[in-house]
């Protein structure tokens, strides 16, 4: 392999799904600088589900989205800090708030078959003198050439670069290596990779997009975000390293902050375990987890089961509360008298 890949770090904005929207200034403050130590230019800040996020729905944050720009922009003057918008959940209006407190980048994600709802929003964030980066959620659950034109739609609405984002750890290396190709060819501008691990093979998944031109990758320190977790930032700096892909990064300063801040901070292991394999084979959103886990626990139903049913519905981002009238039906079914 040849070239130059550019990591972003989403340590402190997906992270915040694993760490149930409780990320505090201070954790963003430390981490942040210890990014910007390493030489980490790509920092990207706020709830998990973006500028206007915290909701009852999607789960309340702790500290506001400008709480959390602030506490990053006061760590690091050299890092470009990144704000993600959903349209529905982000308005424009906050992502003007969010550059006054000092975003120089905003990923816009849509599902992989609904860029038109963010072209707006990526013409807007032009205007604003912001690098404009299209990211397709869900990118297993549509064909290769579908996924290609919604690429191209960005493109012409200014999205500098296009993410694949495999919200749910569910893709293969052909997978990755189909869709990834099948954009080259329609687009000119970068693409990138957000990759989650449920299925383990988040680092190998970005190698593969590597080899098909991908030059933007997603890490998170720890592998810190929602199901089994992203492609953990420091392993995939030292594997970008040795393969003479990545220049400027000091991976020793990457190891010692996912091992003495991050995973200190964690409120569980990022492993795969049951249910975050489930999520991985089923292509369920890797955000149901938790949801599925606390609903499992309060009707006494299998949160694997309420994953696999989420999967058969084609279930997606802010369809959360889809998991309770799941576990509600379970519920009852259990109940059910035996021969009614």
Not at 49 to 63: I, N, V
Not at 288 to 298: N, P, R, Y
Request: aromatic fraction near 4%; charged fraction near 20%; hydrophobic fraction near 45%.
């Amino acid at each position: 392999m040849t070239g130059y890949v550019t990591y972003l770090d989403t340590t402190l904005r997906d992270g915040s799904h694993a760490l149930d929207h409780e990320l505090s200034t201070e954790l963003v403050h430390t981490v942040t600088g210890d990014l910007a130590r390493a030489g980490v230019r790509y920092v990207e800040v706020g709830h998990g589900a973006g500028l206007g996020g915290s909701s009852l729905l999607m789960g309340k944050s702790s500290a506001s989205d400008i709480e959390l720009l602030d506490a990053a922009a006061a760590a690091g003057d050299d890092v470009v800090l990144t704000a993600l918008l959903v349209p529905g959940f982000g308005t424009l209006e906050e992502l003007q708030l969010a550059v006054e407190h000092g975003v120089r980048a905003v990923r816009v994600a849509t599902h992989a078959t609904e860029a038109d709802a963010g072209l707006q929003h990526l013409t807007a964030a032009r205007d604003y003198g912001l690098l404009a980066i299209g990211f397709l959620m869900m990118a297993h659950s549509a064909d290769p050439e579908s996924i290609a034109a919604q690429a191209a739609m960005m493109e012409d609405a200014g999205a500098q670069v296009i993410y694949l984002a495999d919200s749910a750890g569910n893709m293969l290396g052909d997978d990755v290596r189909a869709r990834v190709g099948a954009v080259r060819n329609r687009v000119g501008c970068e693409i990138g990779l957000h990759m989650h691990n449920n299925l383990g093979v988040a680092v190998s998944n970005s190698l593969a997009g590597v080899e098909e031109g991908v030059t933007w990758i997603d890490g998170s320190l720890g592998g810190l975000g929602a199901g089994a977790g992203n492609t953990p930032g420091e392993v995939l700096a030292v594997v970008l390293q040795r393969l003479g892909l990545q220049a400027g990064i000091d991976v020793d300063v990457l190891m010692d902050s996912a091992e003495q801040v991050v995973r200190p901070a964690m409120k569980h292991p990022q492993i795969i375990d049951r249910e975050s394999l489930v999520i991985g084979d089923a292509g369920v959103y890797s955000s149901f987890l938790g949801k599925a886990q606390k609903l499992g626990k309060e009707y006494g139903v299998s949160p694997r089961e309420l994953l696999i049913q989420a999967g058969r519905l084609n279930a997606v981002a802010g369809q959360e509360d889809l998991l309770e009238d799941l576990a509600i039906g379970l519920f009852r079914l259990r109940e059910q008298p035996a021969g009614s």
